[in-house]
């Protein structure tokens, strides 16, 4: 039995995102206004007095393991804190110009009018990476507690399946289980409330909702993979201020998919590519994707001469209000992207996080007040999700990612319809409305390689890079000596019925070649090899595989990629 030692707090936040870093500050914030109001008798009630609030983030930092676009709606942060600017927050740009491009092979149609839910005028372009840093020490000033380097691994419960807090990751462990020298084991957070923000695919959001049902009556969640890098153009090749959105070639009209060009200070460009983990053609590797985006002539013309910085890739919670789960359970709240809170039409989500924090702060608030921290009190998290502007952005755009997996012609129409009807417009939704990206999947026989699809694609490691020279410039360190953090439930599968049957796609959907089939002389046959080292966090794998047999769980803490400055 190993000796753990326990630490209580009143609040933990798992996940150093802007969720949980906006939830923490208005936290702080609000207890100080109500019991300032209690003791000047302006409010009945009692005293809530210093809460120990507490921050677990896996990354060495905060901000490592934080990846984004982005353009960065403010209405959050500005209420959050309305003279954020003045305080010194490393906004990037401020947005200048915007365009819509449509994308044939060789051309890019620029679109006459920008779609309205594109239009970013006023709104800031970012290193979401730095914004996280900078919110971090506004916190560590508020006096809460921040832990890097350390990864929640599990959810603790009572007897009565009530939250009690969650355990970190143990240290020291070889990779045949043994302990080192070095060896640590996790501590237990025990806390009166926890808030699980993890961002897209948060590993304890995902076995909370398994373990408590909080899916039920909910449509699946549905998700995105951003491949992102970083590039340092000559002076006059991209405006600084301008914001560019594309939709077309490379993605197929059955693959939900879009690009993006965000022009940065010091003539630095942030462009990627979103690819629906919904895709049916098991051939499709959204790295290669992004890859062949940058070869279109428009694309290339913009990185001539410049040089690549960084790489990133992270999947995005895109199917919104339909799927968010319940948001609470007896001890804990679920915020952010691990709660579908991004708007897929927008491709944002950093807002709808903040905002879903304070709104998870002010909840907490009252449990503190009434000393109840059941479902009672915590259920009061949905009325108030109703009752902002999170509900009167996302209501509207319920159908729009499910509209999508009907091909994108139907989807376009189907958006203009949901445009004008404030998100109805049934007539060309698939049947079941939102299906799990996974079971969308088709097998090899409808969808034969031929091999040309990215035959384009050099991989030049001049414009277009392969994924180990990519990963390389993620920053990706895991000490190797550690039990994989990549659990296949079962090897087998993947030598076998996923080989004939799928021609095994993790090759292809991980950006990270994290995955490879390996002949092995002994068996006479190719098995999996999982290079978990080069993993980027991203999720892919947990998500997309079609047996649904990889789970994703923390590996030891600090270990990840390092996204400093993305
Ligand atoms: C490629 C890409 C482009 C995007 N572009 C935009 C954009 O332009 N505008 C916009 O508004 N939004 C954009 N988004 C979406 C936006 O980034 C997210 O909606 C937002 O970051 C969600 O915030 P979050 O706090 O919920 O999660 P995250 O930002 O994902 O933060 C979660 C944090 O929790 C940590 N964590 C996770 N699990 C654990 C654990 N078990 N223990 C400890 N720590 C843990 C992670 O390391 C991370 O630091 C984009 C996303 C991507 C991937």
Not at 63 to 92: K, N, T, W, Y
Not at 398 to 409: E, M
Request: glycine fraction near 10%.
């Amino acid at each position: 039995m190993i000796e753990r030692e326990q630490l209580e707090m009143d609040v933990v936040f798992v996940g150093a995102g802007p969720a949980n870093l906006a939830a923490a500050l208005h936290l702080k914030k609000k207890i100080a206004e109500h019991d300032e109001f209690v003791e000047k008798g302006m409010k009945p009630g009692r005293i809530i007095g210093d809460l120990e609030i507490a921050i677990v983030e896996k990354g060495p930092f905060v901000g490592a393991h934080i990846l984004s676009g982005a353009v960065m709606d403010p209405i959050a942060i500005r209420e959050l804190m309305p003279d954020f600017l003045e305080q010194g927050c490393p906004v990037d740009s401020a947005v200048t110009s915007d365009a819509f491009w449509y994308m044939t092979e060789s051309r890019a149609i620029n679109a006459p009018i920008v779609p309205p839910p594109l239009k970013n005028k006023g709104k800031y372009i970012v290193s979401l990476s730095k914004i996280c840093e900078w919110l971090a020490e506004k916190c560590e000033e508020a006096g809460i507690n921040i832990f890097p380097e350390f990864p929640a691994s599990e959810v603790l419960y009572d007897e009565h399946d009530r939250v009690i807090g969650i355990r970190t990751g143990d240290k020291g462990i070889d990779k045949e289980g043994r302990s080192k020298g070095n060896y640590e084991p996790g501590v237990d957070l025990l806390a009166k409330m926890t808030v699980l923000g993890e961002g897209s695919r948060g590993s304890l959001a995902k076995h909370l909702m398994q373990r408590l049902g909080l899916m039920e009556g909910k449509e699946p969640q549905v998700f995105s993979l951003g491949v992102k890098e970083l590039w340092e153009v000559p002076a006059g090749n991209f405006d600084e201020g301008k914001v560019v959105h594309t939709l077309g070639f490379p993605s197929d009209t059955d693959t939900y998919g879009g690009g993006w060009i965000y022009g940065m200070k010091n003539n630095i460009v942030s462009i990627g590519y979103v690819t629906g983990l919904d895709y049916k053609d098991p051939n499709i590797d959204p790295h290669a994707e992004f890859q062949k985006f940058k070869t279109h002539p428009k694309i290339a013309e913009i990185l001539q001469g410049g040089k690549m910085l960084k790489y990133g890739a992270k999947t995005i919670n895109t199917s919104g209000f339909w799927t968010m789960p319940r948001l609470y359970s007896d001890g804990v709240l679920i915020i952010g992207d691990s709660a579908s809170f991004l708007n897929g039409q927008r491709i944002k989500g950093i807002h709808t996080a903040m905002k879903s924090g304070m709104l998870a702060a002010e909840t907490i608030v009252s449990a503190f007040e009434h000393q109840d921290f059941t479902s009672a009190v915590l259920k009061h998290i949905e009325e108030k999700v109703h009752l902002s502007w999170i509900y009167d952005e996302l209501h509207p755009v319920r159908n729009f990612h499910a509209s999508f997996q009907s091909g994108r012609w139907s989807a376009l129409i189907n958006t203009g319809l949901q445009f004008v009807t404030g998100g109805l417009a049934w007539g060309f939704m698939p049947k079941e409305h939102h299906v799990a990206g996974y079971e969308r999947m088709e097998k090899l026989e409808s969808y034969q390689n031929d091999g040309t699809r990215y035959e384009n694609v050099k991989f030049d490691k001049s414009l277009t890079f392969d994924k180990v020279t990519d990963v390389f410039h993620a920053g990706v360190a895991h000490d190797e000596d550690q039990p994989s953090h990549l659990h296949v439930l079962d090897t087998e599968i993947c030598a076998t019925r996923c080989a004939e049957e799928y021609g095994n796609p993790c090759q292809r959907f991980c950006p990270a070649a994290v995955y490879e089939m390996e002949f092995n002389p002994k068996t006479d046959r190719k098995e999996l090899k999982v290079n978990f080292s080069n993993c980027v966090h991203c999720k892919t794998c947990d998500i997309a595989d079609p047996y649904q047999i990889i789970n994703w769980v923390t590996p030891e803490g600090g270990g990840g990629p390092n996204y400093k400055g993305m």
